[in-house]
Structure formats: C-alpha cells, structure tokens
C-alpha cells in the first residue's frame, strides 16, 4: 500500500516521519540455537567438538552426602554442578539427580559461538545466562553479522522417583535477540550501507538490559552526513522504545534489507527537477530497510527505511583539522514506513521518493 498522496506503488519520504505502532505482540524469530534437558545415566555421552578442547569447572558450595537406595533424607540444598566448556559453541551442565534417576544434563549450543557467558559468584559459578550466536549469509555475511539468541538458566519439573533429589534439576530458556554483529558494536564505522544502519539502530548489545539511549550520540552522529547532523535526536527517538516506566529498553532487529537482496533493485528519487540541482556530480544512494522491535515488549513491529549516500575517500589530512577516510557510506534521510508494507522485502523493492533536493 503506498502512503497517502503518493503514486501507487511507490514510497514518498518526508525525513524523520514517525507513526505511533498499536500494542500487538511482535513476532519471535526463529531460534537459531538448540536447548537440552533430560535425565541420562551418567555423564559420558555429552557432545563436545572434536576440534575443540574442553573444560570443566566443578563446583561445590555445600557439601552434601551421596543419597543411597533407602535414603529418606531432604533433597540437599545448595549447588554441586559440573560444567563443561566443550570447546566455543557447547556448554554442558551436569548434577548428581539420585540412584534412580542418575545425572541430569542441561546443554546449551550454538553454530557459531556462544558468548557474555554470566556465572554470577564471581564469575565462578553455575551459567545464569548466555548468548548464542549463528552465522548469517548474504548481504549481512559482509558485515560480519549474526543471529543471537539469550539463554537463561531457570528451575525444572523433576522426573517421577521415589528418592530425594540430590539437588534440583535446571533448564536453559531461550529469547530471541534478532540479527547482531557477531563481534559486538564495531569500534569504527561499517562500510557497507546495513552494517551502517545496524550501528545507528543498535550501538549496543542487544542483552545490555535499560539503558540512556543518548549516551550513545557520539557514535551515532560518525554514522550521518554533516547535512543532518541537526536531526540526530528526532532520529534517535524513531529507533528508540520505552518500556511502561518511561525507560528506554533495547532495540531488536528482525530484518535488514537492501537492494542487494531481492531481485528488483530499488531507485531512490529525489522530488526536486533535476535542472534545480546545483550539485554537478550526484554521490551514489542506496536504501536500507531495518524492521524493529523492543526487547521483551507487545509492540507492533516497526519499519523503518533509511537512505545513506556515498562519500569518497579523504586521503590525506588537511590543516583545517580534516583526518583521513576510507570511503564511506552515511545516512542522509531515516523514515517510519511502516503502514507502507507488511515486511522489508516489499518495501525495499519499491521506488523511493523523497521530498526535496538532495542534502
């Protein structure tokens, strides 16, 4: 559906348009990690990666006697766990249950990586979170970019036995984080025009908790064209939820789509004729279609489309205080489109109209 007063089948941005989302419950990605729990006999058959070394960390708070086939004694409190590193995407948690049910074995895995492992007490500990990453391909292969998913540590339903439980038994829960970098926030900005956009929308890790959103202005504004400097928090707020206490939470990406990735590119046009530009070189534009959502939160999904233009390598300092670049790519208009379509892929196959000259 195109927006109102614009050609059918085509998107006519005004920058920095913002519609208010309803509260429906946003879409869960697809779980691109694995979670295991079950009661096994013993502790031998756990996965670890041939090409991998693991590790493992034995921990013991209280101590607590070996329950026996007459025992008739409370379920021993307390924590005495194995934990095994299985090399970089395999972490395995095992615990005595009792004669009957033998070891417990909870397992969290990953394709690519498993990584901001908390083990509370120091950092020596059971694992209480985790996040799992999984390699994506495409476009989004170029900006080193991945799929995350968050494991929490929580109780489980013991299996039916007659006997006391040495300890309780665990499971790992999954949330999913959407798309990521797989290395973090890049210290520098991304060439490519969606890891560019990535790092506007999401300078952060996306398992941080709540969190200033404009403390991260100074790494946002690296990522726009001086000409809109000036609209840096009207864009910060489009990519910006809150929860019910006024507190901003983080933000998730489920999409992020370029021309690059379906087969109909996209044009971006300008409404100005032609003749009334002055510039005498137009610099290369490309759009970028990032869909959001807020960690944890109903809110309706959110489609944003931003255009980011290139700019030419500066190879040498100059004495006005210039530094040397690389070539770049930055953002000269961000827009709410969200009523324009019902997913990226449509949007970003549409041509782009935007209102006025080019910055």
Do not use: K
């Amino acid at each position: 559906m195109a927006l109102p007063g614009t050609q059918p089948g085509s998107i006519t941005l005004n920058p920095v348009v913002r519609t208010q989302p309803s509260a429906l419950a946003a879409a869960a990605a697809t779980e691109a990690a694995t979670v295991v729990a079950a009661a096994v006999p013993d502790a031998t058959a756990i996965p670890v990666p041939a090409s991998d070394v693991a590790t493992t960390a034995q921990i013991s708070p209280t101590a607590a006697p070996a329950p026996t086939a007459t025992a008739t004694a409370a379920p021993a409190t307390g924590n005495n766990e194995l934990i095994i590193f299985g090399g970089s995407g395999v972490i395995s948690t095992v615990w005595w249950q009792n004669q009957t049910l033998g070891y417990g074995l909870a397992q969290i895995s990953a394709p690519y990586n498993i990584v901001r492992i908390n083990r509370g007490a120091n950092d020596n500990g059971s694992v209480l979170t985790a996040v799992g990453l999984t390699r994506l391909s495409g476009s989004l292969q170029r900006n080193f970019m991945c799929e995350a998913e968050l494991f929490t540590r929580m109780p489980a339903a013991p299996l039916p036995s007659t006997q006391p439980l040495f300890q309780q038994p665990i499971t790992y829960e999954s949330t999913p984080l959407g798309i990521t970098f797989c290395s973090g926030p890049p210290g520098a900005p991304p060439y490519y025009p969606e890891g560019v956009v990535q790092a506007f929308v999401q300078p952060y890790n996306p398992d941080s908790g709540s969190f200033e959103p404009r403390q991260f202005n100074s790494v946002r504004q690296q990522l726009l064209a001086p000409s809109i400097a000036g609209q840096l928090g009207a864009l910060v707020d489009l990519v910006t939820f809150t929860n019910p206490a006024g507190g901003a939470v983080p933000t998730l990406v489920d999409e992020l789509v370029t021309p690059f990735t379906v087969t109909v590119p996209s044009t971006v046009q300008f409404t100005t004729p032609e003749s009334a530009i002055t510039t005498p070189d137009m610099a290369i534009t490309t759009p970028v279609c990032v869909q959001i959502r807020p960690m944890g939160g109903a809110d309706t999904p959110r489609r944003l489309i931003f255009v980011l233009q290139h700019v030419a390598p500066n190879q040498q300092a100059g004495q006005d205080g210039t530094v040397a670049t690389t070539d770049q790519m930055q953002i000269i208009y961000g827009a709410d489109v969200t009523s324009a379509a019902e997913d990226c892929q449509t949007i970003i196959g549409m041509p782009i109209r935007i209102a006025g000259p080019p910055p």
